[in-house]
C-alpha cells in the first residue's frame, strides 16, 4: 500500500467518524461489511429444531450478496450459540449488539429465550426477528414477529378439530413444554373452548419439562380419558426434541388418528425426520407453510435449500433435504429486512422500522406476505396437514387468504367464540 492510499483510507475513516458523532452516519454503514446476528441454539434439546434456521439465514445472506448486498455493502453474519439456556441468550444478544455491533439479530425459538432478550433490545433499541409461532400477547417496537399469532395458528386449527371434516371433537388434551408459550396458549385456547361450550370437564392439560423422554404414563393417560366417551383431540405444544419420543410412544401405544387425532404447533418436517412416521399418518400439524405446497415459489424455495444443504454439507440435509415453516419463516424475514435497509437508505433501527410497514415478499407458501403497517406482524395463510407415510404433510384444510394477525387474545370474549372465518387481509 502506497502513502496516498493510507492517506486516503486515514481521511474516509476520519470523515465516517465526524459523521457517527453527529449522528450522520450508524456505525453499521461506517463498517465495510453490515453484520448480522445469528440468534439461534446449535447445541441443547433446541437445536433440533434451531440449527437449521441459522443455516436458513446464511442461505439467504449468501443469496443477497450475490446480488449485491445491501447499500452496496456484503452483509456478514455473526454466528452465536446460546445452547438451549435462556439466560444465555440475553448475554449472547448483548454481545452481538454492543461487541459485535450487529446491525440486526435473526433468532430465537422459544417464548422464554424470546422474553429473555426483549429488554436487551429495547433498551438498546435494536432489531430482533423472530421467526416461529408463538403466544401473543406482546408486541414490541423492537421484534418483528414472521411466525404466526394464536389467530393465524392455535384458534383455526382447534376450530377444525371440531368441525365435521376434523373429527368434531369434544374433548380436548392440552399437552406442552412447561414454559411460557404452551402454557398462555392453552390459557387462550380454554378461553376459546369455554366460549365454544365445552365444559371444564372435558379439558385435559398436561406439561412436561424440557427434554424430556417418557411418555408412557401420559399417553396412557390420554387414552383413558379418551375413553370415558366423547369424540377426543389432542393439542401439542410440545417443543425440541422431546417431540421424538412423544410420536414414537404414540406409535408404540398405537394411538391412531382415527381413534384420538393429535395437531402440532411446533412439529414440522425437520422435528419428524428422525421418526418412523408410519403409525402417526393421519396425525395433524397446522402451519402457515408445509414442503409439499405446490406452487412455483415453493419449487424454486426448496431447490436454493437442496442446493445449499448439499453444497455446504449440511447434516442430514444434504443427504434428504426438508424445508418447514419456521425457515420460511426466516428467509421472508431476512430478505424483508434487506428491502427496509434498502428503502431506509440506512441501517438506523428507527429508519428500518418505518421502512418496514407494508414490506412485501413472494412467499414459498404461495402468497405474498406483507409486513401489518401497524402491529409488527406479518399477514400469513393457515394450513392444516395430515402427517404422510414418507414424513410430508398433506394439506386437508386451508384459510381463503392471508389472516391478519391478532396477537391479543381479547378478540375471542369480543367475538364470542366466533371466529370460523379468520380476518382475511384485504388485497
Known sequence: MNLSQINRRSTIKTLAAALMSAGLLSPAFAQSTIKVGVLHSLSGTMAISETVLKDTVLMAIDEINAKGGVLGKKLEPVVVDPASNWPLFAEKAKQLITQDKVAVTFGCWTSVSRKSVLPVYEETNALLFYPVQYEGEELSKNVFYTGAAPNQQAIPAVEYLMSKDGGAAKRFVLLGTDYVYPRTTNKILRAFLKAKGIPESDILEEYTPFGHADYQSIIAKIKKFAAEGKRTAVVSTINGDSNVPFYKELGNQGLKAKDVPVVAFSVGEEELRGVDTKPLVGHLAAWNYFQSIKNPTNTEFIKKWTDYAKAKGI?????????????????????????????????????????????????????????????????????????????????????????????????????????????????
Open 315 to 427: 447434516a442430514g440435509h444434504k443427504e434428504k433435504a426438508l424445508t418447514n415453516d419456521p425457515m420460511e419463516a426466516t428467509y421472508i424475514g431476512v430478505h424483508m429486512w434487506a428491502q427496509a435497509v434498502n428503502k431506509a437508505k440506512s441501517t438506523d433501527t428507527d429508519k428500518v422500522i418505518a421502512a418496514m410497514a407494508g414490506q412485501t415478499f413472494k412467499a414459498p407458501s404461495g402468497i405474498t406476505s406483507t409486513m401489518d403497517p401497524k402491529n409488527h406482524h406479518l399477514h400469513k395463510s393457515v394450513f392444516i396437514g395430515e402427517v404422510q407415510a414418507d414424513g410430508q404433510f398433506k394439506v386437508v384444510w386451508k384459510t381463503k387468504g392471508p389472516v391478519v394477525a391478532d396477537p391479543w387474545s381479547d378478540y375471542i370474549a369480543e367475538n364470542k367464540g366466533k371466529v370460523n372465518e379468520p380476518v382475511v387481509a384485504k388485497k
